[in-house]
């Protein structure tokens, strides 16, 4: 509501942007969208490149320190959630992207890191153009459903805003955005930002209808909207390979699952199809970039134990798809057994078996099943930080005994293993 004759904040941003927003609904890919006419590949790039937005998003305003945004944000469900529930239903059908919308996207995604990182009272301005789009979305939702019919029956939760809440969450927004206390000059930065980010986002529509044929093309974000622009597979064969070695690297370490959830299994995703384009390079590289993520991850709560079985299921599930590339792939297995033999130099086998199978029995129960193959990824960060990575123990030991998550005895068991695994390896 107008205050004295000065428009709200809200008010000013909706005549800012209004010419932009008039453009995109002209693009070719909302008329399609709205004629029933627009291609399976334009919607899935679409919600592709807002997966990546929305990642942007959550990971910058995660890193804001209290009162940077100047604007307590009401309490919503999570975007990112519905995009990557939509995308997961549409994985099996190995699309390719749209490389210019992606682009956009990553574009998009920067402007939001450099707001949080400059001047994070500009982020009012990004979260008005994507708030906005929960009510757009709600219009073309009966399109979505029309033009792609059954199967987007469970993959139209972004169109599907907050669904019968939509409406209450945007005036609850709208509240709190109009109540920001603003320094002078910011009113103007946040207006100037939305702009930005609706140029950007008119780009990117006008990027996914009508498909170019030389636009195509698989992308990392396309399978981790975190992952960045870096290499994947452009072999149909080979890219779903790699997800199924991803799949089966997290069933045998259900611990990925537990503590990095979906956002970590989006990151095995795209680095089992960064590590599956290493197998064209020689040895030695593959074996130094193999060293690197290895070390990365290390420091990071996840042992190299879990690299070294993925690249090993990994030459086995190229193998599968594509049976003549078996042996270009052996050199991914190669890199597996290096990473053996390191772990192997400090624990030998019947250490590491005999260590292993007593953690194993002494657990009981639901947690027995739930972190199985724990007892190898304890064993294998005492050996990664004796290889040199500093954090390997200080980032796993802490969360598998925390008193909150885990019960005394699992604890207890925990501390032991590590404590047998340090006196071994450093004998």
């Not at 919600?47 to 990642?55: E, F, G, N, S, T």
């Not at 890191?113 to 994507?130: K, N, S, T």
């Not at 993959?155 to 955005?177: P, S, V």
């Not at 299994?265 to 290895?294: E, H, I, K, N, Y």
Request: hydrophobic share 45%.
């Amino acid at each position: 509501m107008t205050t004295h004759g000065t428009p709200t904040l809200m008010e000013t941003l909706k005549a800012a942007v209004s010419g932009r927003h008039a453009r995109i609904e002209a693009l070719p890919f909302v008329t399609a969208l709205t004629r029933g006419d627009l291609p399976l590949e334009s919607y899935v790039a679409q919600l592709r490149a807002m997966a990546v937005i929305h990642a942007s998003l959550d990971q910058e305003l995660g890193l804001l320190e209290p009162g940077q945004l100047v604007v307590r944000l009401p309490e919503r469900p999570s975007r990112l959630a519905h995009l990557r529930r939509d995308l997961s239903g549409l994985d099996g059908l190995f699309l390719p992207d749209l490389r210019s919308a992606s682009a956009q996207a990553r574009a998009l995604g920067e402007l939001i890191r450099r707001c949080r990182g400059g001047h994070p009272a500009d982020l009012l301005g990004i979260l008005y153009v994507l708030e906005g789009t929960t009510l757009g979305n709600q219009v073309h939702l009966p399109d979505v459903l029309r033009t792609f019919g059954a199967m987007t029956e469970d993959t139209a939760h972004y169109y599907q805003g907050y669904g019968a809440e939509t409406g209450r969450h945007w005036l609850a927004f709208q509240a709190a955005m109009n109540e920001a206390p603003l320094a002078p000059g910011d009113r103007d930065r946040v207006v100037d930002t939305a702009l930005a980010a609706f140029d950007h986002l008119e780009a990117l529509v006008a990027a996914l209808h009508p498909v170019r044929e030389d636009d195509r093309g698989f992308t990392a974000t396309a399978l981790n909207p975190e992952a960045g622009d870096h290499p994947v597979p452009q072999d149909p064969r080979i890219l779903e390979a790699a997800l199924r070695a991803s799949a089966r690297c997290e069933a045998a370490f259900p611990y990925l699952g537990e503590r990095f959830k979906a956002r970590g299994q989006g990151f095995a995703r795209s680095d089992a199809a960064w590590l599956a384009t290493l197998m064209d390079l020689p040895a030695s590289l593959v074996f130094s970039q193999v060293d690197w993520l290895g070390r990365i991850l290390g420091n990071r709560g996840i042992p190299r134990l879990c690299l070294e079985r993925q690249l090993v299921d990994l030459h086995e599930a190229i193998g599968e798809a594509w049976p003549e590339g078996r042996e270009a792939a052996r050199v991914l297995r190669d890199a597996a057994g290096q990473l053996r033999a390191e772990r192997l130099r400090l624990l030998p086998e019947p250490e590491w078996n005999r260590l292993e199978q007593r953690f194993d029995q002494a657990l009981e129960g639901d947690l027995a099943d739930r972190f199985r193959g724990t007892g190898g990824l304890i064993l294998s960060a005492v050996c990664d930080q004796a290889c040199g990575i500093e954090r390997a123990v200080l980032s796993l030991q802490p969360w598998l005994t925390a008193p909150a998550r885990f019960p005394p005895g699992w604890v207890a068991a925990v501390e032991g293993l590590f404590a047998q695994a340090r006196a071994i390896a450093a004998g």
